[in-house]
């Protein structure tokens, strides 16, 4: 999709508060494009830099509004963080001697020490190296204080005037991030960045995706203007489909210096080794399996609501239930409504005042409020993102027993769990059904006994649910009193599911005591890549062409995809200039000068609104509401549809309503 910002003279009739131009273009391409740029700015910004609740291509294609740091949608609690910043006197002090790491250094142990916070062993070495003169990759487990160390560098690059990126996986833990940063060092100094929403974008932190530094990284290059980068959960990196984000930046950006941190990053020196190579710094890697809160493990022979029972009768909550679907953590929560796991009156009634904080208006909106009131929690990326917080409220108050989700909770939510519960073993990877990775696993079962709130964690899984129904079967058919009987009951064997993969205690083991492997490059290029190398390249004063294919040679991925991105920039050169886009002069390619600072092409299609934007202006020249309707059109038939909001079309049509459980809005 396109990306660009709208033209200040633009005048039009307003759709959800985009504006669409009107004017009539002529019908030349030189004439056509430059317009075209103007409309398609004004119809909607959509697509990677916009990532945060999915990770597979489908679940990107969002279409965000851009919106203000005065966004009068966000609670008034977290528009304006009020209360005085816990690191503000230190850093006061701290800015009195910018040159001077070490004293730096002192200020902020200091800080620390006055919030009453001791230093385990690793944090203090990876805080040493973060005011030191090299790279740093943070390899613990969960709730073993890395943010602490994030917060280091963060403090180090405020107190030397300089500017730091904090890059998040998803757009709800850059919230996260931003609000619990304002609490450290004040609003007036951290900014957060997701496609859709900017606030303070100049201040000294930024939390942001790291579609977004990817962005920066390819358009500015060793220009950016920032100096240190913490990225936050960088096992992502191995992403399919996202994990070219955390790789860019690393081989754009000679001048920043970065903290990685991950808990399952596995063994990666030739990543290490090239970033060490490109940049002239070291790279210190500090990595410990020592565990704040230890953990026990457990493989039941139960069903998921009994296998929830038994850890509720242990004391073992609150509890984690991890579903590979949303509609599976659905089920699961509304069968979780039941006597045996009913809170008392006063309970209830404490539940309920809770949920009035919050007003329930949507079509799921009612069914969650009563799953809430039951102590029975749904987090999944398909719920409102006001929900969602809500959900994580309630944990972090200790209200909720059981909370059922998806594998979000592996990528650093912070919803503090007593318990983690694998119903499966197995997840749709986007092509076919695998078992989880060793990685996966680990950045989940880490949740489980969170360092402040337990001194014990648990990590629980259960067979699949036909292997528990066959075997109580079993035992009815080998009690029964006749062979008739028998046979009926054979019938009712369950089988699994279509393109199931089994798992049994042995598999459980096996990834409890396998290793993360190492990162694998997932580097690609698109056209609005090579159209961002060209811009920034052009600005500055460089060679966009040389940069792109250096580009290509510093990527980590394999030999024959060297290749085979050297011949995708080729194609890609020429339907750029195809569309107008780019052009050469002499031996050098360029991006078109008329084209804004910001214009992104976020998918390949993109180039298609580009060729047909025009002809609809011509086309439908004074008549605003026909323009309108057929802009929006164009625009959605090359976005890939929402597959939960076409499969709930799909079920209302057809007299169901258990899409709800799906879809949350």
């Given at each position: 999709?396109?990306?660009?910002?709208?033209?200040?003279?633009?005048?039009?009739?307003?759709?959800?508060?985009?504006?669409?131009?009107?004017?009539?273009?002529?019908?030349?391409?030189?004439?056509?494009?430059?317009?075209?740029?103007?409309?398609?700015?004004?119809v909607?910004?959509?697509?990677?830099?916009?990532?945060?609740?999915?990770?597979?291509?489908?679940?990107?294609?969002?279409?965000?509004?851009?919106?203000?740091?005065?966004?009068?949608?966000?609670?008034?609690?977290?528009?304006?963080?009020?209360?005085?910043?816990?690191?503000?006197?230190?850093?006061?002090?701290?800015?009195?001697?910018?040159?001077?790491?070490?004293?730096?250094?002192q200020?902020?142990?200091?800080?620390?020490?006055?919030?009453?916070?001791?230093?385990?062993?690793?944090?203090?070495?990876?805080?040493?190296?973060?005011?030191?003169?090299?790279?740093?990759?943070?390899?613990?487990?969960t709730?073993s204080?890395?943010?602490?160390?994030?917060?280091?560098?963060?403090?180090?690059?405020?107190?030397?005037?300089?500017?730091?990126?904090?890059?998040c996986?998803?757009?709800?833990?850059?919230?996260?991030?931003?609000?619990?940063?304002?609490?450290?060092?004040?609003?007036?100094?951290?900014?957060?960045?997701?496609?859709?929403?900017?606030?303070?974008?100049?201040?000294?932190?930024?939390?942001?995706?790291?579609?977004?530094?990817?962005?920066?990284?390819?358009?500015?290059?060793?220009?950016?203007?920032?100096?240190?980068?913490?990225?936050?959960?960088?096992?992502?990196?191995?992403?399919?489909?996202?994990?070219?984000?955390?790789?860019?930046?690393?081989?754009?950006?000679?001048?920043?210096?970065?903290?990685?941190?991950?808990?399952?990053?596995g063994?990666?020196?030739?990543?290490?080794?090239?970033?060490?190579?490109?940049?002239?710094?070291e790279?210190?890697?500090?990595?410990?399996?020592?565990?704040?809160?230890?953990?026990?493990w457990?493989?039941?022979?139960?069903?998921?609501?009994?296998?929830?029972?038994?850890?509720?009768?242990?004391?073992?909550?609150?509890?984690?239930?991890?579903?590979?679907?949303?509609?599976?953590?659905?089920?699961?929560?509304?069968?979780?409504?039941?006597?045996?796991?009913?809170?008392?009156?006063?309970?209830?009634?404490?539940?309920?005042?809770?949920?009035?904080?919050?007003e329930?208006?949507?079509?799921?909106?009612?069914?969650?409020?009563?799953?809430?009131?039951?102590?029975?929690?749904?987090?999944?990326?398909?719920?409102?993102?006001?929900?969602?917080?809500?959900?994580?409220?309630?944990?972090?108050?200790?209200?909720?027993?059981?909370?059922?989700?998806?594998?979000?909770?592996g990528?650093?939510?912070?919803?503090?769990?007593?318990?983690?519960?694998?119903?499966?073993?197995?997840?749709?990877?986007?092509?076919?059904t695998?078992?989880?990775?060793?990685?996966?696993?680990?950045?989940?079962a880490?949740?489980?006994g969170r360092?402040?709130?337990?001194?014990?964690?648990?990590?629980?899984?259960?067979?699949?649910?036909?292997?528990?129904?066959?075997?109580?079967?079993?035992?009815?058919?080998?009690?029964?009193?006749?062979?008739?009987?028998?046979?009926?009951l054979?019938?009712?064997?369950?089988?699994?599911?279509?393109?199931?993969?089994?798992?049994?205690?042995?598999?459980?083991?096996?990834?409890?005591?396998?290793?993360?492997?190492?990162?694998?490059?997932?580097?690609?290029?698109?056209?609005g890549?090579?159209?961002?190398?060209?811009?920034?390249?052009?600005?500055?004063s460089?060679?966009?062409?040389?940069?792109?294919?250096?580009?290509?040679?510093?990527?980590?991925?394999g030999?024959?995809?060297?290749?085979?991105?050297?011949?995708?920039?080729?194609?890609?050169?020429?339907?750029?200039?195809?569309?107008?886009?780019?052009?050469?002069?002499?031996?050098?390619?360029?991006?078109?000068?008329?084209?804004?600072?910001d214009?992104?092409?976020?998918?390949?299609?993109?180039?298609?609104?580009?060729?047909?934007?025009?002809?609809?202006?011509?086309?439908?020249?004074?008549?605003?509401?026909?323009?309108?309707r057929?802009?929006?059109?164009?625009?959605?038939?090359?976005?890939?549809e929402?597959?939960?909001?076409?499969?709930?079309?799909?079920?209302?049509?057809?007299?169901?309503?258990?899409?709800?459980?799906?879809?949350?809005?």
């Amino acid at each position: 999709m396109l990306a660009l910002p709208s033209l200040p003279h633009a005048t039009s009739p307003s759709i959800s508060g985009i504006s669409i131009h009107t004017e009539r273009l002529d019908a030349t391409r030189a004439e056509a494009v430059p317009s075209c740029r103007s409309i398609c700015a004004a119809v909607l910004v959509l697509g990677t830099a916009c990532v945060g609740r999915g990770t597979s291509r489908k679940s990107r294609a969002q279409c965000d509004r851009k919106s203000s740091a005065t966004d009068s949608r966000l609670p008034l609690t977290e528009q304006s963080p009020v209360s005085e910043p816990s690191s503000k006197r230190y850093l006061l002090r701290a800015r009195q001697h910018p040159h001077d790491p070490q004293s730096i250094k002192q200020d902020f142990l200091e800080s620390v020490a006055d919030k009453g916070l001791q230093l385990y062993a690793k944090q203090a070495e990876a805080i040493d190296a973060v005011f030191g003169d090299t790279h740093v990759v943070l390899s613990t487990p969960t709730g073993s204080g890395k943010s602490l160390v994030a917060a280091a560098m963060l403090f180090r690059a405020i107190a030397e005037g300089k500017k730091a990126y904090f890059t998040c996986p998803i757009k709800a833990l850059v919230s996260e991030k931003f609000f619990s940063l304002c609490h450290d060092f004040g609003p007036q100094l951290v900014g957060m960045a997701t496609g859709d929403v900017s606030i303070n974008p100049t201040a000294p932190v930024l939390c942001c995706t790291a579609e977004v530094l990817a962005n920066v990284a390819l358009r500015d290059g060793p220009a950016a203007g920032l100096a240190y980068a913490v990225m936050d959960e960088f096992h992502f990196f191995d992403d399919k489909s996202r994990g070219y984000a955390w790789e860019v930046p690393l081989f754009r950006l000679p001048h920043v210096t970065f903290l990685l941190m991950s808990a399952t990053m596995g063994s990666n020196q030739a990543l290490y080794s090239n970033l060490s190579a490109y940049s002239g710094r070291e790279v210190q890697t500090i990595t410990s399996t020592d565990r704040p809160v230890p953990l026990d493990w457990s493989y039941l022979f139960k069903t998921a609501k009994d296998a929830i029972n038994d850890l509720v009768g242990s004391g073992r909550t609150p509890v984690y239930a991890v579903c590979f679907t949303q509609q599976d953590a659905a089920t699961l929560a509304q069968s979780l409504v039941c006597k045996e796991l009913a809170p008392s009156e006063q309970e209830k009634q404490v539940l309920a005042e809770e949920c009035k904080s919050l007003e329930f208006d949507t079509p799921y909106g009612d069914r969650l409020r009563q799953l809430l009131v039951n102590g029975i929690g749904l987090h999944h990326a398909g719920l409102l993102p006001k929900y969602r917080r809500l959900v994580e409220r309630m944990a972090q108050s200790g209200l909720l027993t059981c909370i059922c989700g998806t594998d979000t909770l592996g990528v650093g939510v912070n919803v503090p769990i007593r318990s983690v519960l694998f119903t499966q073993l197995c997840k749709y990877n986007g092509e076919t059904t695998v078992l989880v990775t060793p990685r996966q696993f680990h950045q989940i079962a880490g949740r489980a006994g969170r360092r402040g709130y337990d001194t014990q964690g648990s990590v629980v899984a259960i067979p699949p649910a036909h292997e528990v129904y066959n075997r109580k079967l079993q035992a009815e058919i080998e009690s029964a009193e006749n062979k008739k009987e028998r046979e009926r009951l054979k019938k009712r064997r369950r089988s699994p599911k279509f393109n199931f993969v089994e798992w049994d205690e042995k598999t459980f083991c096996d990834l409890r005591t396998s290793a993360p492997s190492p990162l694998m490059s997932r580097f690609q290029l698109s056209q609005g890549h090579v159209l961002s190398l060209l811009q920034g390249a052009q600005q500055h004063s460089r060679d966009g062409m040389a940069e792109v294919h250096e580009l290509i040679s510093l990527s980590l991925c394999g030999k024959k995809d060297k290749q085979h991105w050297a011949q995708q920039v080729h194609q890609y050169t020429e339907a750029l200039s195809s569309a107008g886009l780019i052009q050469r002069y002499g031996d050098l390619l360029q991006a078109d000068s008329t084209l804004q600072r910001d214009f992104l092409l976020m998918e390949d299609v993109s180039l298609f609104l580009v060729d047909v934007v025009p002809l609809l202006q011509w086309g439908y020249a004074g008549d605003n509401g026909k323009l309108a309707r057929a802009m929006l059109s164009v625009v959605e038939a090359i976005c890939e549809e929402p597959k939960a909001v076409v499969r709930a079309q799909a079920d209302d049509r057809s007299g169901s309503r258990e899409h709800l459980g799906t879809l949350g809005e």
